[in-house]
């Protein structure tokens, strides 16, 4: 028969072994989230990061405007999913320019950065006093182009890409001295009467707008040379003073760049184009005017055009339309057979 100083002996050791494994329990419990919540300050812990977080590229410093990113200055953080702004760059951004002031650790943005240097002057310019090609379309590249009644003809702007079309005006960026050109242009046209101040697409503008290795090359030997000759005395000066010679040898590398990279620009406006814009500060205005009256009226004769020809020959009209849809049916048909491999 068990005495009661047995059953009080193991009660005793009961209760000590329910303790000791209470209290291991609660250490591990405690040294689990110890390291749980340490996890989550250290922004290390696996599940969270996996379910809650997205990976983002930042600047380890700020960046302003126009400034080239380089790998040292990316890094790579994630945030709560909940905090991602919308159209993170997915790519490297390494090479690209900073469109804006950018401070540091701020997700980065495809509206924040570019793969091209746009300059400060740079404006989005309404055109409607330039003849359009019947068949221009957003994304073409065209010559602006000034022809006088004897026939001779010249490039006013190269190169301008054509962001967008409504009816008879497109858009395209032009810098401030393009934008004065091309009102020169304008104010010509206007006064040479049988002049035309019209747009020619590029053939393949992928293949043929590019900036010869002779012109970057050309380039680059006179920013050296320039550079070789203020080096001595940039060197002696304080940080200040370089820092203001090396900004003008910059804009200056810039601007003739911009010169040696422009395909055959060759119109300039004459004197007495110039002097009558001086003399009359409505020139341009009546111009614009003129030109886009008679673009909308060169349109609009080939739409009417277009409607003529449909009402008075309205089965040739059916005819062609058909042969057309059939023409687009026959392609796409030995497109999808071409694929499949019939």
Same mark, same amino acid.
């Given at each position: 028969?068990?005495?009661?100083?047995?059953?009080?002996?193991?009660?005793?050791?009961?209760?000590? @072994?329910?303790?000791?494994?209470?209290?291991?329990?609660?250490?591990?419990?405690?040294?689990?989230?110890?390291?749980?919540?340490?996890?989550?300050?250290?922004?290390?812990? !696996?599940?969270?990061?996996? &379910?809650?977080?997205?990976? *983002?590229?930042?600047?380890? /410093?700020?960046?302003?405007?126009?400034?080239?990113?380089?790998? =040292?200055?990316?890094?790579?953080?994630?945030?709560?999913?909940?905090?991602?702004?919308? =159209?993170?760059?997915?790519?490297?951004v390494?090479?690209?320019?900073?469109?804006?002031?950018?401070?540091?650790?701020?997700?980065?943005?495809?509206?924040?950065?570019?793969?091209?240097?746009?300059?400060?002057? *740079?404006?989005?310019?309404?055109?409607?006093?330039?003849?359009?090609?019947?068949?221009l379309?957003?994304?073409?590249?065209?010559? @602006? /182009?000034?022809?006088?009644?004897?026939?001779?003809?010249?490039i006013?702007?190269?190169?301008?890409?054509?962001?967008?079309?409504?009816?008879?005006?497109?858009?395209?960026?032009?810098?401030?001295?393009?934008?004065?050109?091309?009102?020169?242009?304008?104010?010509?046209?206007? %006064? &040479?009467?049988?002049? !035309?101040?019209y747009?020619?697409?590029?053939?393949?503008?992928?293949?043929?707008?590019?900036?010869?290795?002779?012109? !970057?090359?050309?380039t680059?030997?006179? @920013?050296?040379?320039? @550079?070789?000759?203020?080096?001595?005395?940039?060197?002696?000066?304080?940080?200040?003073?370089?820092?203001?010679?090396?900004?003008?040898? *910059?804009?200056?590398?810039?601007?003739?760049a911009?010169?040696?990279?422009?395909?055959?620009r060759?119109?300039?406006?004459?004197?007495?184009?110039?002097?009558?814009?001086?003399?009359?500060?409505?020139?341009?205005?009546?111009?614009?005017?003129?030109? !886009? /009256? %008679?673009?909308?009226?060169?349109?609009?004769?080939?739409?009417?055009?277009?409607?003529?020809?449909?009402?008075q020959?309205?089965?040739?009209?059916?005819?062609?339309?058909?042969?057309?849809?059939?023409?687009i049916?026959?392609?796409?048909?030995?497109?999808? &057979?071409?694929?499949?491999?019939?």
């Open positions: 028969m068990i005495g009661m100083s047995q059953i009080k002996k193991r009660t005793i050791q009961a209760a000590s @072994i329910g303790a000791s494994v209470g209290l291991a329990i609660a250490i591990g419990v405690g040294v689990w989230s110890f390291f749980t919540i340490r996890s989550y300050q250290n922004g290390t812990n !696996k599940n969270y990061l996996k &379910n809650y977080t997205t990976q *983002v590229q930042v600047l380890k /410093r700020d960046v302003v405007q126009g400034e080239i990113i380089t790998d =040292g200055m990316v890094e790579t953080i994630n945030v709560n999913n909940s905090t991602v702004p919308t =159209g993170v760059v997915s790519g490297s390494v090479g690209l320019t900073a469109k804006y002031n950018i401070a540091a650790k701020v997700p980065l943005t495809t509206d924040m950065v570019s793969d091209e240097v746009v300059s400060a002057d *740079v404006r989005n310019v309404e055109i409607n006093t330039v003849l359009m090609p019947s068949d379309t957003e994304g073409d590249t065209v010559d @602006i /182009r000034i022809m006088y009644p004897n026939g001779t003809d010249y006013v702007l190269s190169q301008k890409n054509i962001d967008s079309i409504y009816d008879t005006t497109f858009w395209c960026k032009l810098s401030e001295d393009e934008i004065e050109l091309l009102n020169s242009a304008i104010v010509d046209s206007f %006064l &040479n009467s049988g002049s !035309k101040l747009a020619l697409k590029y053939a393949d503008s992928d293949a043929q707008v590019k900036s010869s290795e002779d012109l !970057k090359s050309e680059e030997g006179y @920013i050296a040379t320039k @550079i070789e000759d203020e080096w001595e005395s940039i060197a002696k000066m304080d940080v200040e003073e370089a820092s203001k010679e090396i900004l003008d040898l *910059v804009y200056e590398y810039k601007n003739f911009n010169a040696a990279t422009v395909n055959s060759n119109y300039q406006p004459n004197a007495y184009v110039m002097s009558a814009m001086k003399a009359n500060s409505y020139l341009i205005e009546n111009a614009s005017q003129e030109l !886009k /009256r %008679l673009n909308a009226e060169a349109r609009t004769t080939i739409e009417n055009g277009i409607k003529n020809y449909k009402s020959n309205s089965s040739d009209y059916e005819n062609v339309v058909t042969g057309a849809q059939q023409s049916i026959t392609q796409q048909t030995e497109r999808e &057979n071409l694929l499949s491999g019939k």
